[in-house]
């Protein structure tokens, strides 16, 4: 199993579309989990860290099911400027290394 | 805002040749990353650093890759013989906190590596 999993997309939705993206870890002893955004050719970006009440950043909701090992990205309303390509990011809790998914691409049509 | 900044942005090199990428990380991280990306693949862990000293690396980073942090600011990687299969974006990171308190990681802007 690898170690961060993610829906394989392409997503295409409409602006103001919700849309929900699905990511898998195989490492239960994990801490520390975040979404990062990663448009064409540049660096990833925080888009928030991932909290295990769940948390909320504007049009933006993360979850966290340690149980299932899962974490989920909510955007809300979808803007032509959310087209990205959406990283889940896991901590490798055996040593100090951050661990990508594959991403998952999302893009906001007019 | 805090940044972290990497130079070159793009390095071309022909193989064989040793090449090193700079980064200068946020001043008050101590945690520092390097990271790859080939091209239309997911962003791959290299090595990371603490107290001067790395403390993992991955099976990528082999005896051909060295890093070093020569001064209290610079955070550099080098590649001893470069391979065609070396051309990747590399991103350098930083973290305040280091990963298993939850603390993300700051990327800088990359250099594109095109190994010829």
């Known amino acids: 199993r690898k170690e961060v999993e993610q829906d394989p997309g392409p997503f295409n939705v409409p602006e103001g579309a919700t849309v929900a993206f699905n990511c898998t870890y195989s490492?239960?002893?994990?801490?520390?989990f975040f979404w990062y955004r990663q448009d064409c050719r540049k660096e990833p970006k925080l888009l928030m860290s991932?909290?295990?009440s769940g948390n909320e950043d504007g049009r933006f909701t993360a979850q966290l099911n340690r149980a299932s090992q899962y974490i989920s990205l909510l955007i809300r309303d979808s803007k032509l400027s959310d087209s990205a390509t959406y990283l889940c990011?896991?901590?490798?809790?055996?040593?100090?290394?951050?661990?990508f998914g594959p991403g998952t691409r999302l893009s906001v049509l007019p | 805002e805090p940044e972290v900044t990497q130079t070159p942005s793009h390095q071309v090199t022909q193989m064989g040749q040793e090449v090193i990428l700079r980064c200068v990380p946020i001043?008050?991280?101590?945690?520092f990353y390097w990271y790859r990306q080939i091209l239309g693949q997911k962003v791959e862990f290299l090595v990371s650093?603490?107290?001067?000293?790395?403390?993992?690396k991955s099976e990528i980073f082999d005896d051909q890759f060295s890093v070093e942090r020569p001064d209290g600011s610079n955070f550099t990687l080098k590649i001893r013989s470069t391979k065609l299969e070396d051309s990747a974006m590399y991103f350098c990171?930083?973290?305040?906190?280091?990963?298993?308190?939850?603390?993300?990681?700051?990327f800088g802007n990359g250099t594109r590596l095109t190994v010829t």
């Open positions: 991932v909290y295990s």
């Open positions: 650093f603490y107290n001067n000293e790395i403390s993992e």
């Open positions: 990171a930083s973290s305040d906190a280091g990963a298993t308190y939850n603390s993300p990681l700051h």
């Open positions: 490492n239960s002893a994990s801490q520390s």
């Open positions: 001043s008050n991280h101590l945690y």
């Open positions: 990011v896991v901590n490798n809790n055996y040593g100090q290394n951050f661990v």
